[in-house]
């Protein structure tokens, strides 16, 4: 059994009368631990004590962020198997997958600390006068992240705000807290001072109101579902900060005519099944070419076949379980609503035999019916609908005629690709590659998907306010 406690003033604690969670084991369903279930006092106490560490972490010279950041990094990937161990653990995907995300998100910190020391301002003159706009700590973040990165979601909130000189409060996914608790503890141990980083598990619907009803927050940025964000934008009316929101992705993948149907088939199911589906940025919808359909469906459902599932920490295992019994339930109720309008399973579509926990086979099914939930619900999970096109402009109204506006990928010959990319309305799109997230680029969507960005020069603007100022000789 493992205990997760709050991590506030530097230190790790418990919670106020000693209030629990239970922690899951998603391949076995079974009870395997407790996370600290936070208390108005506790969540108050950490909003004193982020605001306190905003005061002193603003002044800190760039290079002092940049020093801690890149000692941050070096501790994490010192304790990678630890993390990577309990992300497994908590969260269900295999090690190896685990493991990677520790890798990215040691990244982030390595990418913001080279950020931490960018000049972001600019200065110049009229002659007379002398004008000066520099970029400044926003000061105090709220951060809300998902269960399905439970590292590299907090690390790209994490080290955009320590760079910039803000101080952070983060609020982990209930299923999975111990990824976010362990980097808090690298940046400390790194330098950070240790009332400029909290983590509070608890309640989510009352943190979250009470984090964002405080006036000591002055921007909130979360990575989780589209009501989620609607909602955190209500409770930000109060107080008018700003928001950074990732949400919801439903994300189309364009096989374009002369694109290799083989190996765009293999790639695209690589992808789509990666962490059980359980990815924002996730290939979801398959637009293939009537010629290529039969051939593309054939060769995605032996590569799905192929892929073993099991617990994350068993050798040779590709898809783990689902998070959680929320998704199970969920996925299950896609897959019988293709069914009941006529969809056919080529391979998947059930629960695997023998397997305890929250498992569900990788599915790729055709014959979709345009009414199917799955077009227009972003599944979240293991199942694939492969869908013909005439041509490429009906490829690509039905890519966009979704209220998420995420990622997208296109398959097939370079210039063609350039330009199906360029008609897409998403944030971000892949050419022959699926490998959108990295700490060099802007991550974000939009429509219903959200805005702002993560990632890239761009990453660190978010927590920083333009301040203006013009000066003339006395």
């Known amino acids: 059994m493992t205990e997760t406690q709050l991590f506030v003033g530097g230190r790790l604690r418990a919670a106020a009368g000693g209030g629990t969670m239970p922690l899951h084991d998603p391949?076995?369903?079974?009870?395997?631990?407790?996370?600290?279930?936070?208390?108005?006092?506790?969540?108050?106490?950490?909003?004193?004590?982020?605001?306190?560490?905003?005061?002193?972490?603003?002044?800190?010279?760039?290079?002092?962020?940049?020093?801690?950041?890149?000692?941050?990094?070096?501790?994490?990937?010192?304790?990678a198997e630890e993390v990577a161990r309990a992300i497994t653990a908590e969260q269900g995907k295999p090690l190896g997958e685990a493991r990677a995300e520790v890798e990215q998100s040691a990244g982030y910190f390595d990418w913001f600390a080279k950020e931490a020391v960018r000049d972001l301002g600019r200065t110049w003159s009229d002659g007379d006068r002398t004008f000066a706009v520099e970029r400044r700590p926003i000061g105090p973040v709220a951060a809300f992240t998902a269960w399905n990165f439970p590292a590299s979601l907090p690390a790209r909130k994490l080290a955009p705000a320590v760079a910039a000189g803000c101080s952070i409060l983060v609020k982990p996914a209930e299923e999975a807290p111990s990824a976010a608790l362990a980097m808090a503890r690298c940046l400390v141990e790194a330098g950070l001072p240790g009332d400029a980083v909290a983590v509070v598990t608890g309640d989510a619907p009352a943190i979250a109101e009470r984090v964002i009803g405080s006036p000591v927050i002055r921007k909130i940025t979360l990575t989780g579902s589209i009501p989620v964000g609607r909602e955190l934008v209500r409770l930000s009316a109060e107080h008018l900060q700003p928001l950074s929101l990732e949400l919801g992705g439903h994300a189309p993948a364009i096989v374009l005519p002369g694109a290799d149907i083989a190996a765009a088939a293999r790639t695209l199911a690589s992808a789509k099944f990666r962490n059980a589906g359980q990815v924002c940025i996730s290939p979801t919808r398959f637009f293939v070419p009537e010629a290529d359909a039969e051939a593309f469906a054939a060769e995605f459902a032996r590569t799905a076949a192929a892929l073993v599932?099991?617990?994350?920490?068993?050798?040779?295992?590709?898809?783990?379980?689902?998070?959680?019994?929320?998704?199970?339930?969920?996925?299950?109720?896609?897959?019988?609503?293709?069914?009941?309008?006529?969809?056919?399973?080529?391979?998947?579509?059930?629960?695997?035999?023998?397997?305890?926990?929250?498992?569900?086979?990788?599915?790729?099914?055709?014959?979709?019916?345009?009414?199917?939930?799955?077009?227009?619900?972003?599944?979240?999970?293991?199942?694939?609908?492969?869908?013909?096109?005439a041509d490429l402009d009906e490829a690509v109204a039905r890519a966009n005629a979704v209220e998420q506006g995420l990622a997208a990928y296109v398959f097939g010959p370079e210039d063609a690709g350039r330009e199906a990319a360029a008609r897409l309305e998403v944030g971000m799109v892949g050419v022959n590659s699926t490998a959108l997230a990295v700490a060099e680029a802007p991550f974000g969507g939009v429509k219903s998907s959200g805005y702002g960005r993560e990632g890239g020069t761009e990453g660190i603007g978010e927590y920083t306010v333009a301040v203006y100022t013009q000066v003339r000789p006395q």
């Open 27 to 79: 391949a076995t369903g079974r009870v395997t631990g407790s996370a600290a279930r936070a208390s108005e006092s506790d969540v108050d106490e950490a909003l004193e004590a982020v605001a306190r560490g905003a005061a002193a972490w603003r002044r800190s010279d760039p290079r002092e962020r940049a020093r801690v950041l890149d000692g941050a990094a070096a501790l994490l990937r010192s304790r």
């Open 309 to 389: 599932v099991g617990p994350g920490d068993r050798d040779g295992v590709d898809v783990g379980p689902l998070a959680n019994e929320r998704r199970l339930a969920a996925v299950e109720s896609l897959v019988a609503d293709l069914r009941e309008g006529g969809a056919r399973v080529l391979t998947g579509g059930r629960r695997p035999e023998g397997l305890p926990g929250w498992f569900y086979e990788p599915t790729v099914v055709v014959d979709v019916p345009a009414t199917a939930r799955v077009l227009t619900e972003e599944p979240f999970g293991p199942v694939a609908p492969i869908l013909p096109y």
